[in-house]
């Protein structure tokens, strides 16, 4: 059974940092690709970040380029997101997913999703 369980979420003020990480389970996680979405309160889910199985390419939504970092680590079985210079519109439920195949910006390609963690940026 596959699992992905983030952590790290919180509150913090507008100009802070907060570093997310999704641990997974029951898979093979070198050979997924892996993704950061979020969804604020009565919005649909918006792409955020996503790496390859090897670490490079990333890829980033331009919301966020500049400010949030993805990377992984392949013998923790996690991938994490450095969030840097925090707005209050990053409000929202963070969720890490899992796809086979290459990285993608759509949700509806990931085969598998963690719960999700809430990041709250207070102005």
């Known amino acids: 059974q596959v699992q992905l369980v983030e952590s790290g979420g919180g509150l913090v003020q507008a100009g802070g940092s907060l570093r997310l990480s999704c641990t997974a389970s029951?898979?093979?996680?070198?050979?997924?690709?892996m993704g950061w979405f979020r969804q604020a309160p009565g919005k649909e889910r918006e792409f955020v970040a996503a790496?390859?199985?090897?670490?490079?390419?990333?890829y980033y939504a331009d919301s966020v380029k500049g400010r949030f970092t993805i990377s992984r680590d392949n013998a923790k079985n996690t991938v994490y997101l450095q969030m840097n210079s925090l707005k209050p519109e990053d409000t929202a439920v963070y969720y890490c997913?899992?796809?086979?195949?290459?990285?993608?910006?759509?949700?509806?390609?990931?085969?598998?999703w963690g719960q999700g963690t809430q990041v709250t940026v207070s102005s």
């Open positions: 790496i390859s199985w090897s670490t490079r390419p990333t």
């Open positions: 997913a899992a796809r086979r195949q290459n990285p993608a910006n759509v949700a509806g390609l990931y085969e598998h």
């Open positions: 029951g898979l093979t996680f070198s050979n997924y690709a």
